[in-house]
């Protein structure tokens, strides 16, 4: 009989542990009394509940939300969600008035209202630091807009570019995450509180009222769709892996750069670890860490559109899974952008080696091909035939096609026997990256026409 009623009370912990989520909730709470107080006061303005009452709501709600903050409030399971426990604590504070605070609405749209609210201040939050990131890659580009680095494809050598271009096609990535936030904030800002359990209420409510207090553009329009809805975190957690997936490649450079065989760049030492084991090592643990928990944050993305895919309407508890997932997500990009930008702020960039891998791998030799198309009306498969032929001469002579005098260049190619001293210019590096003078090219003019347009957009947004 004892042993029956200790199985029945460990049975109900564990259910009562099972169907909570209150442990990981909790972290709403600033928006659930955000969203109880703006309820509360549209209650008394359409005159469902009693001035006095709303008051004492209110202030109850204000007195939770400092033991929260001053580490006094008790948690308790049983309570099962931020929302029950902020009400329950309510009930013991205010008394009555408190049980007239839930009328008109429902968990459902009170959990979508809290969770979107969330979103859209984090949303707020990464923008910030997103443009905190570009503009240390902006003022980076900005210093090195001359310094040669060998631009790649397959990760092979294949044209000269500068170090500010190589910089601006990162700020270029995170400027269009900045902007995909942007525009799921926009989309996303529309309340909905007042959705009831998914049919609406039939009390006189003013939900235009409450979007209003809550800094919403307008209510949601279809509460069947809005109290189930969560096509706002599965945003927020696609432009977070995106962003991380940005995050990542430029880490993977970080770690290629910084290696012996690349010597481009040394993180400082803030943010290289030693070796347990090798006391020589310096390891680049920062942007391998960064480069590892986009995983976690794609894991994210792929678990909450897994919970969706096979809900009926309306609300489903399935939901309750889906924040988890966006709290790590924004936590890990919050951090990562903030150590990203530090690592990009701190990093120290070893321009002579960089110029130096420039001549390795014939970075000018498209140059050459260009040169005969347009200086000697060759037509170019001949011209890149004729180029091929410079390459392994220079290849047998140890030599890069931009190291090469023009007798050797003579010698390399029949077609060349008579070439005049000019083709030399073509070959020089800085001058083959200078060539790339179009719209969006790699030319320092071009890469500071570029900046300028940076300068411009950070100064607006
Ligand atoms: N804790 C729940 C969640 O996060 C709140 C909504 C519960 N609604 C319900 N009808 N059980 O989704």
């Known amino acids: 009989m004892q042993e029956q009623q200790i199985l029945k009370n460990t049975n109900a912990e564990i259910l009562n542990q099972f169907n909570a989520s209150l442990l990981f909730d909790k972290k709403l709470y600033a928006q659930d009394i955000k969203g109880s107080i703006a309820h509360s006061k549209m209650l008394a303005l359409q005159g469902i509940i009693s001035v006095d009452d709303q008051i004492k709501i209110e202030t109850g709600l204000l007195k939770i939300k400092g033991e929260i ?3 006094q409030f008790v948690w308790k399971i049983e309570d099962e ?15 009555g008035a408190a049980g007239r605070l839930h009328t008109a609405r429902s ?7 809290d969770f979107t609210l969330y979103v859209q201040d984090k949303t707020l939050d990464i923008k910030a630091k997103l443009k905190r990131l570009i503009e240390v890659l902006v003022v980076i580009a900005s ?4 310094t040669l ?3 790649m494809t397959h990760l092979q050598h294949a044209q000269p570019i500068n170090f500010g271009f190589h910089m601006l096609a990162y700020a270029n990535m995170f400027r269009r995450d900045f902007e995909r936030f942007g525009s799921s904030y926009e989309r996303n800002n529309y309340s909905p509180l007042g959705s009831a359990a998914l049919a609406g209420t039939p009390h006189n409510i003013d939900r235009f009222k409450t979007a209003e207090l809550l800094g919403f553009y307008a209510p949601t329009n279809c509460a069947l769709d809005s109290s189930s809805n969560r096509d706002f975190a599965l945003e927020i957690l696609f432009n977070i ?26 993180m400082s030492d803030e943010y290289a670890t030693t070796s347990s084991i ?14 590892g928990k986009t995983g976690r944050v794609y894991g994210n993305l792929i678990g909450l559109l897994t919970v969706m895919k096979g809900l009926p309407l309306a609300y489903n508890k399935d939901t309750q899974e889906d924040k988890e997932g966006v709290f790590d997500s924004v936590e890990t990009i919050e951090i990562s952008l903030d150590i990203l930008t530090a690592v990009m702020e701190t990093l120290i960039i070893n321009k002579e080696n960089m110029e130096k891998a420039c001549q390795i791998g014939h970075l000018s030799a498209t140059d050459m091909a260009d040169y005969l ?7 170019f498969r001949t011209a890149y035939y004729i180029t091929k032929e410079v390459v392994s001469y220079a290849n047998s002579i140890n030599k890069d096609v931009s190291q090469l005098d023009i007798n050797e260049l003579r010698k390399s190619c029949s077609e060349l026997s008579s070439i005049e001293d000019e083709v030399l210019r073509y070959l020089d590096l800085r001058n083959s990256m200078n060539a790339r003078d179009s719209f969006g090219g790699t030319s320092t003019a071009q890469t500071k026409v570029q900046i300028e347009l940076f300068e411009n957009w950070l100064s607006c947004n």
């Open 149 to 151: 680095i060998p631009g």
């Open 69 to 71: 903050e001053s580490n």
């Open 278 to 291: 090798m006391p020589q090592k310096k390891n680049p643990d920062v942007p391998e860490l960064l480069r």
């Open 107 to 113: 968990r459902n749209d009170q959990v979508a209202t």
């Open 373 to 379: 198309v347009k200086n000697k009306n060759i037509p």
């Open 241 to 266: 892996a995106t962003s991380m997936m940005h995050i990542s490649r430029l880490s993977e450079e970080l770690i290629l750069w910084s290696s012996y065989e690349f010597g481009f760049v040394k």
């Open 143 to 146: 210093k090195h807009s001359d």
């Open 81 to 95: 969600d931020i929302h029950m426990a902020i009400e329950n604590r309510l009930g013991q504070i205010v008394g």
